[in-house]
């Protein structure tokens, strides 16, 4: 191959303050390197684009190691094989793996996992079969522990991960009232995936007594994906030993603030209430767990699920941008080739 495939790839060339702007990122052309032995060449398919990508790109210790100035940013992506030379794969096989923001990506066989579009889409692998469902499933059951006839309340419940935890909620039997920014998403909520209730935080007015009417018996769950003053409204409701599987925090992602807030712990001890920060990698081990609930509920219509789809890798920073603007309903992918 060597010289004959020209590459396409998405680096990092310097740290946001604040908010990001396509000014953080350029694109650079350079040639495929030939696969050595037990490598294989990926053409990419679909990139997945995720709000906690934005810690990444700062400098400092955090779950995941920094990206580099200078390197290809990195994330989820499904794509095709084109050539192989490892035993594992073979050309035309579909697989998922955290790779570069490339067009193509040489990487170690053992980096992949084989993916199967007969049970579901490949964009799937990056959404509700993929991180973002898996996200969902464990922080929900693993620290939530809702119990049928709860009330469970979910923040950014528009988005890849809190669609799909709303919706496990209701197949657990509890109460399940969402937060989002449009009307467009709460009507989603309701009528598309069953939520007893959603609630427009943008237009809600004094948002503690909305929840409050949403809620008359209280608040035993609060999935939160958003931080800042939307939480602020769900800890005043909180129950006798709630649960708050802490999942993102997007309201301060590109703050240059200090993000100050009510003091939320006299509201925990006197609720007893149990608040844990999580990653899908505190939960890797057990991945085969959540995916064969998750492709089993899809089976079986209990799941549904939604894609914002951007075409074309030269606008896969625009993408990553628009997260940070409420534009995607579902998860939000950029399909840079056909499959």
């Known amino acids: 191959m060597g010289n004959s495939l020209s590459n396409q790839t998405i680096i990092l060339l310097s740290r946001p303050e604040g908010m990001p702007t396509e000014r953080n990122f350029e694109f650079r052309e350079s040639e495929v390197p030939e696969p050595q032995a037990g490598q294989v060449v990926v053409r990419s398919i679909y990139l997945s684009v995720d709000p906690y990508m934005r810690g990444r790109m700062n400098e400092g210790k955090s779950y995941i190691e920094a990206y580099r100035l200078g390197e290809a940013i990195a994330g989820g992506v499904v794509g095709e094989i084109i050539q192989s030379k490892s ?8 697989v998922l793996g955290m790779l570069s923001w490339q067009m193509y990506n040489v990487v170690e066989a053992k980096a992949l996992r084989k993916i199967d579009d007969s049970i579901a889409p490949l964009s799937a692998y990056l959404s509700v079969i993929g991180l973002t469902g898996l996200t969902a499933y464990f922080g929900l059951l693993d620290i939530g522990r809702p119990q049928e006839g709860e009330t469970v309340v979910v923040s950014g419940a528009a988005g890849a991960v809190g669609m799909v ?3 496990i909620a209701k197949i657990k039997g509890a109460r399940v009232v969402g937060i989002a920014g449009t009307d467009e998403k709460t009507q989603y909520l309701e009528k598309e995936l069953g939520f007893d209730a959603a609630i427009n935080y943008k237009t809600a ?4 007594d909305a929840l409050q009417q949403a809620c008359p018996n209280g608040v035993d769950v609060y999935f939160d994906n958003v931080g ?15 649960r708050i599987p802490l999942c993102g925090a ?5 703050s240059t603030d200090e993000d100050l807030g009510p003091r939320i712990q006299t509201q925990l001890i006197k609720t007893r209430s149990l608040i844990k920060g999580f990653v899908f990698a505190d939960y890797a081990a057990r991945t085969n767990d959540g995916l064969q609930d998750l492709v089993k509920w899809l089976s ?3 799941l549904k699920y939604e894609e914002t789809i951007v075409e074309g890798f030269e606008h896969v920073p625009q993408a990553f941008l628009q997260l940070f603007e409420g534009k995607n309903l579902g998860k939000m992918l950029v399909k ?4």
């Open 300 to 302: 079986e219509g209990k």
């Open 250 to 254: 997007i309201s301060s992602y590109n």
């Open 205 to 208: 007015g004094n948002l503690r």
């Open 228 to 242: 800042g003053t939307v939480s602020d409204a769900v800890m005043s409701l909180l129950n006798d030993y709630a």
């Open 87 to 94: 035993d594992h794969y073979q050309v035309g096989d579909k």
């Open 165 to 167: 935890v709303g919706q």
């Open 336 to 339: 840079v080739n056909e499959r």
